[in-house]
């Protein structure tokens, strides 16, 4: 188990494989957002310009559910929040991504939408 700085250092390389991931393959422009992980007054989602998420990245070998899903609520604003998870060793592309059930009805139901799937509004998601 890494504690402290190793701990700290970990999560915030997570962050920038994420971002670096929805860059590549979303055409986004997101990046690690500065001291997001606390030394703040402010709550902040732990990246910036992934537009309509707030997303609260964590690298655990054990998920805590109810507990990341709390500050990411705590932290989203307006956006969606959401949890994304790796373990050590699992490539980032296999991280677990866990939101509301809502929030991805919502998501689900635009892109079954914009694919022609249902009729509906497709500027929605």
């Known amino acids: 188990m890494v504690k402290g ?3 700290k250092a970990k999560g915030d390389s997570y962050e920038r494989e994420l971002a670096a991931f929805f860059n590549e393959v979303c ?4 990046h690690r957002t500065p001291l997001s992980g606390g030394g703040r007054g402010e709550a ?9 998420l707030a997303i609260e990245a ?18 989203c604003g307006l956006d969606r929040p ?4 790796r373990k ?3 490539p980032t592309h296999d991280s677990y991504v866990v939101l509301y059930l809502q929030d991805f009805a919502d998501l689900y139901s635009g892109w079954l939408a914009h694919k022609g799937y249902v009729k509906g509004d497709t500027d929605e998601a």
């Open 5 to 7: 700085r190793g701990a």
């Open 82 to 85: 959401v949890v994304i998870n």
């Open 44 to 52: 902040l989602p732990d990246l910036t310009g992934t537009p309509g």
């Open 58 to 75: 964590k690298r655990h070998e054990r998920m805590s559910v109810d507990e990341w899903m709390r500050q990411a609520r705590k932290n």
């Open 27 to 30: 055409g986004l422009n997101s």
């Open 88 to 90: 050590s060793r699992q």
